[in-house]
């Protein structure tokens, strides 16, 4: 079936930035939203982003005014630019794309140092 793949992940001191990447195995035809969540050990995934196909965003408050959702429909990638990271960040990044699609990634792993 269809896999995504997440990658820009790593470790980074706090205030620093780092750019998620997400992107697909094979061409998918359907027009499907899109979503970042992540998850710390022992906690609940959370959505923290998501991205229509019409072009419109929702954020969670946690990110809101640091994370900035994006995709490129030329080749179906979706970004997350995050920047002023917080420790409370660290966490395992998961890309999806949902509604009508259910297509998950791995994860990658994010790291922030004091």
């Known amino acids: 079936q269809v896999q995504l793949v997440e990658s820009g992940g790593g470790s980074v001191q706090a205030g620093g930035s780092l750019k998620l990447s997400c992107v697909e195995s094979?061409?998918?035809?359907?027009?499907?939203?899109k979503a970042w969540f992540r998850q710390v050990p022992g906690k609940e995934r959370e959505r923290i982003s998501l991205?229509?196909?019409?072009?419109?965003?929702n954020y969670e408050d946690s990110v809101k005014g640091r994370f900035t959702i994006s995709q490129e429909s030329a080749n179906n990638t979706m970004y997350l630019q995050m920047t002023n990271l917080k420790i409370e960040d660290t966490a395992r990044y998961y890309c999806?794309?949902?509604?009508?699609?259910?297509?998950w990634g791995q994860g990658t792993q994010v790291i922030v140092s004091p």
């Open positions: 094979e061409v998918i035809i359907k027009r499907c939203t």
């Open positions: 999806a794309w949902l509604h009508p699609c259910n297509f």
């Open positions: 991205i229509r196909p019409d072009g419109t965003t």
